[in-house]
């Protein structure tokens, strides 16, 4: 398992599937992703201007 972050602009599924692709990308046998927290970030205005999670990401170790 490892922990990874993510941050979107539009939403957090779609900061979900960046943090899920980005895992792919250098993981190999991906099982599942636990999302562990989530957050926004608010710009000057009080206005969100991220949505940000943070993955547990389950993958199978070559043997």
């Known amino acids: 398992m ?3 972050s993510a941050i979107s602009e ?3 599924e779609e900061a979900i599937k960046i943090g899920v692709k980005r895992a792919s990308e ?3 046998g991906l099982k599942s992703a636990w999302v562990k927290e ?3 970030q608010i710009g000057e205005n009080g206005s969100v201007t991220g949505y940000k ?3 547990l990401v389950t ?3 070559d043997s």
Do not use: G
């Open 59 to 61: 993958f199978a170790l």
């Open 53 to 55: 999670v943070h993955l």
């Open 38 to 40: 989530q957050e926004v």
């Open 10 to 12: 539009q939403s957090f």
């Open 26 to 28: 250098t993981l190999r």
């Open 2 to 4: 490892t922990e990874i």
